[in-house]
């Protein structure tokens, strides 16, 4: 039997996850399962998996091949014992606060830089249920520690990489912290992805993705997925049972198929991200470049100690002097090769206004108070010639001067 997990990332990029022999023969790719039902030879069979006395699939909400590839594959990638995939990130994080026990009566600490649709979760449905919330500082490890100390969280909820301000979490620090209060550290790590860090093996609990950005990379699936221990799984993978927001095996497929070169693609994401940071800061319209990879981010040296390979991430935030969004919109308008669209993580470059966007359904003074001004823009930065962006930029932010 060959130990897999013996193998370096890029070989489990490319092999974790694949299907097992049928018929004397493999498959070398997994193939995409539609079936919903599953019929047995006999029934004591059937029952047998409806038990959970013997593995197998009895119906599509409960498990699917393909999906099951896929899950491998990121719990692979991630070091973790077990996965479970849904329909989207934001499904995976509302699953996983349920199973941790976030209800009635209990608390979550969260990082008040995250992205604005896990606030929104946070302070609409889990307020509504219940759930006390509070935000933190993640990078202010007294007021981490006052605010488990005091409330006791389920959980403490962080970004490795927090969007849009790409603020960096000391997540040793913070699962050292969650744990001293009974808190199960929770990082989403959507950001940063296996081939910057993997935060299982620096003490979280549960590490999420949202898969529709770097795990699947190309802009055509909308995907989550959870990592954690088998315990912890059976949970998840009940409330998923339960609610139904599962990943298709189509949209599975697709993020494994993804999947295999992310180790490549995160290179030139990172590289090319690096390169448009330095650029841009400059450059005379840009007041603020928020990047790890540069010695100016206040978790520059953080970064540089948790992160592998130099690799700090592919999406660069950064502030247009005096801007307001009559001025953003121009910038954004000009762009030709740079799409001006939501999300990140795709080959192709994608600009974002997180005032209008990610962080739309938050108030001014609430993305006032996390530090997201109007002239803030977010890059993610694809896997172009970078001249041929830095060109691009530089013609439309021309066109504001
Ligand atoms: C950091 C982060 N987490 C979670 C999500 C939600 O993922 P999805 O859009 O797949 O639901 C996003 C989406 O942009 C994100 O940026």
Same mark, same amino acid.
């Given at each position: 039997m060959v130990d897999t997990q013996a193998w370096q990332l890029a070989t489990r990029a490319v092999h974790a996850g694949k299907p097992a022999p049928h018929d004397g023969c493999t498959a070398t790719v997994a193939p995409i399962h539609h079936a919903v039902t599953y019929r047995y030879r006999s029934m004591e069979a059937l029952d047998q998996v409806f038990a959970g006395e013997r593995a197998g699939y009895v119906y599509a909400r409960h498990g699917n091949p393909t999906v099951a590839a896929f899950e491998e594959a990121v719990a692979a990638l991630e070091d973790g014992e077990a996965a479970v995939a849904f329909a989207s990130g934001m499904a995976a994080i509302h699953a996983t606060l349920l199973a941790v026990g976030a209800r009635q009566g209990s608390t979550v600490v969260a990082a008040q830089d995250i992205y604005g649709a896990t606030y929104t979760l946070l302070t609409t449905l889990m307020r509504s249920q219940g759930v006390t919330v509070r935000f933190v500082d993640a990078n202010d490890r007294d007021a981490v520690q006052a605010a488990c100390s005091e409330l006791r969280p389920v959980a403490l909820l962080v970004e490795?990489? &927090?969007?849009?301000?790409?603020k960096v979490a000391d997540l040793p620090n913070l699962a050292e912290t969650a744990h001293g209060c009974g808190a199960a550290l929770l990082v989403d790590s959507t950001f940063a992805t =296996?081939?910057? @860090?993997?935060p299982l093996s620096m003490g979280a609990d549960v590490v999420i993705h &949202?898969?529709?950005?770097?795990?699947?990379?190309?802009?055509d699936v909308l995907g989550g997925v959870v990592v954690t221990s088998q315990e912890l799984r059976a949970d998840i993978l009940g409330i998923l049972k339960a609610t139904g927001a599962n990943l298709g095996p189509q949209d599975a497929w697709l993020a494994l198929r993804g999947m295999r070169t992310l180790m490549l693609r995160m290179r030139e994401h990172c590289d090319n991200a690096r390169e448009v940071a330095r650029w841009l800061e400059t450059? =005379?319209? @840009? &007041?603020r470049v928020h990047y *790890?990879?540069? *010695? &100016? +981010? *206040?978790q520059h040296t953080l970064a540089k100690a948790l992160f592998e390979n130099h690799q700090y991430g592919g999406v660069v935030s950064f502030e247009i002097e005096g801007a307001g969004r009559e001025e953003v919109f121009r910038f954004f308008d000009a762009?030709?090769?740079? @799409? =001006?669209a939501t999300s990140l993580g795709d080959v192709h470059s994608l600009l974002l206004y997180p005032a209008h966007a990610? +962080?739309?359904?938050?108030?001014a003074e609430e993305r006032q108070r996390m530090g997201i001004g109007a002239g803030l823009v977010r890059m993610s930065v694809g896997i172009e010639a970078v001249d041929d962006l830095l060109a691009d930029l530089e013609q439309a932010l021309n066109t504001l001067s």
């Open positions: 490795t990489i &927090s969007n849009p301000l790409l =296996p081939a910057l @860090v993997r &949202s898969a529709t950005k770097y795990l699947a990379g190309h802009g450059h =005379p319209r @840009v &007041s *790890p990879g540069l *010695p &100016s +981010h *206040p762009l030709n090769l740079c @799409v =001006p990610s +962080h739309r359904t938050l108030s």
